[in-house]
């Protein structure tokens, strides 16, 4: 049986956060063919464009790859859902909208690791010149860029007592976490545009979509990367039932996201050659990180009873649901539009600590876990997270077969700091909700609950209470340790034609949510690579 081939420029695997960058920009000049290919299907789902609708589109196996963690010891040995995007846009079109860029020493740290060209004052230029920023330009924001950012639609009182709670702790107001400074408490910024989300592929693959140059392939698994010597020449994949093969002319690039990239470099033969080779695949290069230094949010996941109403009594009443669903018909405003949280606080854990480690999203409203419904009961909920976790685990593959899904283990809470942080966290959520502008709009704290007072007993708590923020990075880190994976190109070492661009090539985790920086990924990604392809034809 031949296989069917076609070859192009340059091969994307993955229309996610950065794929769709990639496929965007690298297509601006009509010369240049370019196939994208994406495991999952077209975004038609309407829940997808809807902002709440990840409560429909999380764990929909047509949406998303439910992944689920190995049992964890940091958590009690608990297995967390992990949701991914399989879809057009990835998981940019199934996450929460939240906007926040991270610390400018988050990439000022990614330089002086071993990264030139990714310090700050390098990255910034890359946010601005992706995002259409509702309120204006300025320094630190742009207009007219593909990525669609804007303000809350909705306030609720609540919120704003928590706010108010905050500022009498000590926390200063911030009204734009994503300029001068993040520290502070305020609104988040979302990606949404006139209350629709506003994902990768509605802004960069949307824009792109109809050049002649651009193949955009759904449904189509990539299986391996093909090499010939050490070269990356191309992609197999399954496109329903059939196999077929892509060439590249120029490059490979990865950016099927943290699991899918390290995953598809050891079914390639490019990993741990011990591991590799007990699965029996042949080793193109051995490469021992590929897959390490996996690294997430954890966030402990405080429940308020409060005597307000909040959204849980709204989507409880079957009349006010009817009135939710008609405003945002009729609006595009209400509950609706919602980001997954909409109070964020950039603080320390301590006042020794010379920039926010914690991390707050307040929502109106809680649930057993993100995705179940709303407690029947008036409440809200304040998880914190810490930023820069220093705990580590892995993304492995089980078997060479691409379908077969990797062992994902987070090893959750397995440092020191890591622990003293969480327990420190809880301290600071409940001196919130002592504060005088919160406390007396309190019953009682319904998760975890009074009986958890000393250091032990809170971070018991932080094991039992606590879920992933959806972050998953690092596990293709770039660098030039025996670790990393990539270079400060995001070429793959020790073998040509094949580069990352996703969440998986960040150093380290930015400090707080991780879109917006991988977007930023994508854009200094797709710069670099025309760069390269010029200076390659002179
Ligand atoms: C539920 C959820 C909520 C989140 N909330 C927020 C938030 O509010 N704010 C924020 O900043 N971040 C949030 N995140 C994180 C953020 O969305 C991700 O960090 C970011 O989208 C990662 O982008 P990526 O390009 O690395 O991967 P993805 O966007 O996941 O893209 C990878 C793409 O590759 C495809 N793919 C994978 N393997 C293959 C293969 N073998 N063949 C073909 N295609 C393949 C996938 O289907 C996917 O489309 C959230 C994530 C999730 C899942």
């Not at 991270?102 to 990255?123: F, I, K, M």
């Amino acid at each position: 049986m031949t296989i069917p081939t076609e070859t192009y420029d340059y091969v994307i695997v993955g229309a996610g956060s950065a794929g769709c960058v990639l496929a965007n920009r690298l297509t601006a000049d009509p010369s240049t063919r370019v196939l994208i290919m994406e495991a999952g299907g077209r975004d038609t789902n309407p829940w997808i464009h809807i902002p709440v609708g990840y409560f429909k589109t999380m764990h929909n196996p047509k949406t998303d790859w439910c992944y689920v963690t190995r049992p964890d010891p940091g958590i009690a040995w608990r297995c967390l859902q992990w949701p991914r995007g399989k879809v057009l846009g990835g998981s940019s079109s199934l996450n929460g909208l939240l906007y926040i860029r991270g610390q400018p020493e988050d990439y000022d740290r990614w330089r002086d690791l071993g990264n030139p060209g990714w310090g700050y004052r390098d990255v910034l230029p890359y946010f601005i010149k992706s995002e259409d920023q509702e309120r204006g330009s300025g320094e630190y924001h742009g207009v007219g860029g593909p990525q669609k950012v804007s303000d809350l639609r909705l306030r609720r009182a609540i919120a704003e007592r928590f706010i108010d709670a905050a500022v009498e702790i000590g926390i200063p107001r911030n009204d734009d976490f994503n300029a001068a400074t993040q520290e502070g408490v305020g609104y988040f910024q979302q990606t949404a545009h006139k209350g629709l989300r506003w994902s990768t592929a509605r802004g960069f693959l949307g824009a792109a979509r109809k050049r002649p140059n651009l193949r955009i392939l759904t449904r189509a698994h990539a299986l391996r990367v093909l090499f010939e010597n050490r070269r990356a020449v191309g992609v197999e994949y399954r496109l329903g039932d059939s196999l077929s093969r892509c060439f590249a002319r120029a490059e490979v690039v990865l950016s099927a996201g943290a699991i899918g990239s390290p995953q598809l470099l050891q079914c390639s033969g490019v990993g741990n050659g011990s591991h590799l080779q007990a699965l029996e695949i042949p080793v193109v290069h051995h490469l021992a990180g590929v897959g390490d230094n996996l690294q997430d949010h954890l966030q402990v996941r405080l429940v308020y009873k409060t005597r307000h109403r909040t959204l849980n009594d709204e989507v409880n009443n079957p009349l006010r649901k009817l009135l939710i669903g008609m405003q945002y018909l009729l609006f595009r405003s209400g509950p609706l539009t919602l980001s997954a949280s909409q109070v964020a606080i950039f603080t320390r854990s301590d006042p020794s600590v010379d920039r926010p480690d914690i991390q707050f999203h307040m929502q109106p409203l809680s649930a057993d876990k993100p995705g179940d419904g709303p407690h029947k009961f008036s409440a809200f909920t304040a998880s914190v997270c810490q930023l820069r976790p220093q705990s580590r685990g892995y993304v492995r593959i089980r078997s060479p077969a691409a379908s077969v899904y990797p062992d994902i283990q987070p090893n959750y809470l397995s440092d020191q700091l890591d622990r003293k942080i969480a327990v420190l966290g809880i301290k600071t959520a409940r001196r919130i909700a002592a504060a005088p502008s919160l406390a007396p709009h309190i019953v009682d704290e319904f998760v975890p609950g009074a009986v958890y007072q000393t250091d032990e007993e809170l971070l018991a708590a932080a094991r039992l209470y606590s879920q992933t923020i959806y972050h998953p990075t690092s596990t293709c880190k770039m660098g030039s340790d025996d670790l990393a994976v990539v270079d400060e190109r995001l070429y793959v070492r020790g073998v040509e034609g094949l580069r990352v661009a996703d969440a998986s090539i960040m150093p380290e985790i930015t400090s707080g949510n991780t879109n917006a920086p991988t977007i930023m990924i994508g854009e200094k990604a797709a710069d670099m690579i025309l760069e390269d392809a010029r200076q390659a034809a002179v």
